[in-house]
């Protein structure tokens, strides 16, 4: 190439603030965060996954809003929503719905001001026999008020419990099918957030 030629397009590169919804240390959601920053990292060059960590934030009490500020744990956390251009929840289902951290995660994100809004999201969940579509709905539906615009396509719910094995013990995912799922619902989410955006869709994705 000769100097100064500018043949070559820059890529956007996209961060993504990833929560998870399992406090578990072998979580199978958290599994998730981790294989979709592998597959980034290997094959997605303009998203970058940055794992958000909610075992710290205390559950949701106004009180604990002093002359408009938050806890040092819920301010730290809500920096990280507003530095990002897009989110990845992975969640577990908990009773046909959310699981209680994220929900509270979600809250105190919404708190004046809020943190969510107008910015790409999508879901991921590992769980029982549903896979975890019922939290799935529930998320979305929270992601209406707080202003969230979630891709709607692929739609990736891992039964982590049903043959073949999906994760091992320690909650990294194993499965080539699930893996390829995933990859397409990142490559969704890049390109709506880069819609939303009013940015151009990459022209050029590793292999």
């Not at 408009?68 to 929840?89: H, I, N, Q, S, T």
Request: aromatic fraction near 6%; charged fraction near 20%; proline fraction near 6%.
């Amino acid at each position: 190439m000769e100097e100064g030629s500018t043949t070559a397009t820059a890529t956007t590169v996209l961060r993504v603030a990833a929560i998870s919804g399992s406090l578990r240390r072998g979580s199978a959601n958290t599994g998730l965060i981790r294989a979709a920053a592998e597959i980034c990292r290997e094959s997605i060059p303009g998203l970058q996954i940055d794992h958000v960590d909610i075992s710290d934030l205390p559950l949701l009490n106004t009180d604990l809003e002093v002359d408009g500020g938050f806890p040092p744990a819920v301010e730290a956390f809500r920096e990280k929503v507003r530095g990002a251009d897009c989110f990845l929840f992975a969640s577990p289902e908990y009773n046909y719905s959310i699981s209680g951290p994220l929900k509270n995660a979600l809250d105190w994100g919404s708190r004046p001001p809020n943190c969510w809004a107008d910015r790409a999201a999508a879901i991921l969940s590992a769980s029982g026999g549903s896979g975890g579509n019922r939290s799935q709905y529930h998320i979305r539906q929270v992601g209406v008020f707080l202003d969230i615009h979630f891709i709607n396509k692929p739609e990736v719910f891992t039964k982590a419990h049903q043959p073949p094995k999906k994760f091992d013990d320690d909650g990294n995912l194993i499965d080539p099918e699930t893996k390829e799922q995933l990859m397409k619902m990142l490559l969704s989410l890049q390109a709506f957030a880069l819609r939303l955006q009013g940015k151009p869709a990459n022209s050029q994705q590793g292999n």
